[in-house]
């Protein structure tokens, strides 16, 4: 006699899909942020390179002292400290939050707040210490944008606003869409979301593609380092690529267990003309010992070491790799305002380079864009956006097989682990 079939579990509920008025009308507030949140990172950045100009060429030549000899950077970077400490105590809102508490994922501040971080920001960027733009400009345009989304049009989701701000920041700060469409995919990835994924990603592609587009068409940026193309991947390169983004990795993750006793050794000092202006004497001696190239966010910097891969020693690379990590975890834990991305894309470029200049046969692309990846984990925890920046640096297709398979023993190596993000109590989050 035949059984019955057993019976079969009902299949999941298709996700419904959104419908394209819901969608559309998201297109004009989307445009709108993508355009203003590039034009502010742009002015910001544009004050603070004239700015730089005036403290770091015309002053010293005014006063007949080297640009950047020891004496002038001792006194720069301690004069910045003094005027950030000045920003963060004495403006209203304090320049936000204390910055080694904050990622990419940007709180929404009080307007009050945001003059106060633009100014702190801008003065770190033109006075020299190893931090980008990245987490404050984000913070900014997420605290405008939700402040003026929610007066015009308060029935739009106050989430919405900061997801299009965020988008759109990162997209003008790469100078592409795809780094924010990589963000915001790994954040969704981690929550329950209605409807595709598409849907979800919609309006805040559509920032990112905007602001992406409006930081070329004015700044016309690049991240190319135009090192030699790099073809037909062999296996000696699978092993080097394999070896240095591991080793990148363990480099920033030795500045991650050090974070948190860095963070606590300033707050001892308890107020922050204390603490940034100790921070930025403090930095100006990492500067004389690691030289010029290893002060400011480091992507000018990472186009003059790459202009000429063989023009330093494997020992040179090295000191400029270990210094610019203890300065970026030193002016993030004595509290100047900036991100992390952009310095430690100079650690692994430089990291890079001292692996070509001990073993030349290691392709000076390869060894730079694993160099990048391996710390970029260990420092961000964004396996997307590590990828992507360890990408675009060198522009060559053949790469990103390699550079895949390079990611995997790396993210064995730092995740579950502390980040380089801490809580409110100094604890690492992880």
């Not at 002015?43 to 020891?70: C, H, I, K, M, T």
């Not at 965020?166 to 469409?181: M, S």
């Not at 329950?192 to 068409?217: C, E, H, M, R, Y």
């Not at 400011?296 to 020693?313: R, V």
Request: aromatic fraction near 6%.
């Amino acid at each position: 006699m035949a059984q019955d079939p057993a019976p079969q579990a009902p299949a999941a509920p298709a996700t419904p899909a959104t419908p394209a008025r819901t969608l559309l009308p998201l297109i004009l507030p989307a445009l709108v942020v993508g355009v203003g949140a590039s034009l502010l990172f742009l002015g910001v950045s544009e004050a603070a390179e004239a700015f730089q100009d005036v403290l770091w060429q015309n002053l010293p030549d005014a006063l007949g002292v080297g640009r950047y000899s020891v004496l002038w950077m001792l006194v720069m970077l301690t004069a910045t400290g003094v005027a950030v400490g000045l920003v963060v105590w004495k403006v209203p809102g304090h320049a936000g939050p204390d910055p080694a508490t904050t990622g990419l994922d940007a709180p929404v501040l009080p307007p009050a707040v945001l003059p106060g971080l633009l100014l702190a920001t801008a003065l770190m960027l033109a006075g020299g210490p190893s931090l980008g733009p990245e987490n404050p400009i984000i913070a900014a345009n997420v605290g405008l944008t939700f402040w003026i989304g929610h007066r015009f049009l308060p029935k739009v989701p106050g989430g919405l606003w900061a997801a299009l701000a965020e988008a759109a920041t990162i997209g003008a700060l790469f100078g592409t869409p795809v780094a924010a469409a990589l963000v915001i995919s790994e954040a969704l990835a981690g929550r329950k979301i209605q409807g595709a994924l598409w849907d979800n990603v919609f309006a805040p592609l559509v920032a990112a593609a905007v602001g992406a587009t409006t930081t070329t068409l004015i700044a016309h940026p690049t991240f190319d380092l135009d090192l030699p193309p790099f073809d037909h991947p062999g296996w000696d390169d699978l092993l080097a690529a394999l070896v240095i983004a591991s080793a990148g990795a363990l480099l920033g993750m030795a500045a991650v267990y050090a974070f948190p006793y860095v963070h606590a050794a300033f707050s001892r000092l308890r107020h922050p003309m204390l603490m940034l202006p100790v921070g930025g004497l403090v930095l100006g001696l990492l500067g004389a010992l690691g030289g010029h190239l290893t002060l400011f966010k480091g992507l000018e910097e990472i186009g003059e070491l790459a202009a000429d891969p063989d023009g330093w020693s494997a020992g040179e690379f090295a000191t400029m790799s270990l210094v610019k990590l203890a300065a970026m975890v030193v002016a993030a834990c004595c509290g100047f305002r900036g991100g992390r991305i952009f310095p430690s894309v100079f650690v692994g470029v430089a990291l890079g380079l001292c692996a070509h200049a001990l073993v030349p046969e290691v392709h000076p692309a390869l060894a730079v864009s694993t160099g990048v990846l391996g710390v970029l984990l260990a420092v961000t925890r964004q396996g997307w956006v590590s990828l992507f920046t360890a990408a675009v640096l060198v522009a060559s297709p053949t790469i990103l097989a390699l550079l895949c398979i390079a990611s995997l023993p790396a993210w064995l190596l730092v995740t579950g682990r502390p980040q380089m993000q801490l809580r409110e109590d100094g604890t690492p989050v992880r």
